[in-house]
């Protein structure tokens, strides 16, 4: 990746309704900003977009961890922790099937389903 394809991202979390004021410093220039749980109200997404577009977490915790790179889907549990790859939807790679998830959240409870891309 050269320096003209450089990209920033701010991360956050646990705010639980905090929003200190040396956030604003910290993330300044960031060019999008994830919030991976626990927000405490849309308040603190609102002030936050004052700095760069927000992404956060449904919910008031984190229960879902989604990550990529492998190629390979993978849904799986560590007690009640949903780790997920949805794989690649890209060239066809390592003898895998072209993949994508559907995350499902209904009263509370997480469930992914892996869809094999033609």
């Known amino acids: 990746m050269s320096d003209s394809q450089t990209r920033v991202v ?3 979390s646990d705010t639980h309704g905090l929003l200190r004021p040396g956030v ?3 993330l300044t220039g960031v060019e999008l900003i994830l919030h991976s749980g626990d927000v405490g ?3 603190i997404l609102d002030e ?3 700095i760069a577009p927000v992404q956060a977490v449904f919910g008031n915790t984190a229960h879902v961890v989604v990550f990529g790179h492998t190629h390979r889907p993978l849904v799986s549990r560590l007690g009640n922790q949903l780790f997920v790859n949805p794989g690649s939807a890209g060239p066809k790679r390592f003898d ?3 993949s994508v998830a559907r995350l499902t959240i209904k009263s509370g409870k997480a469930e992914v ?3 094999d891309i033609p």
């Open 10 to 12: 701010g991360l956050i």
């Open 24 to 26: 604003h410093e910290a």
């Open 41 to 43: 109200g849309s308040g």
């Open 48 to 50: 936050l977009r004052l």
């Open 96 to 98: 895998l099937s072209p």
């Open 113 to 115: 389903k892996i869809v």
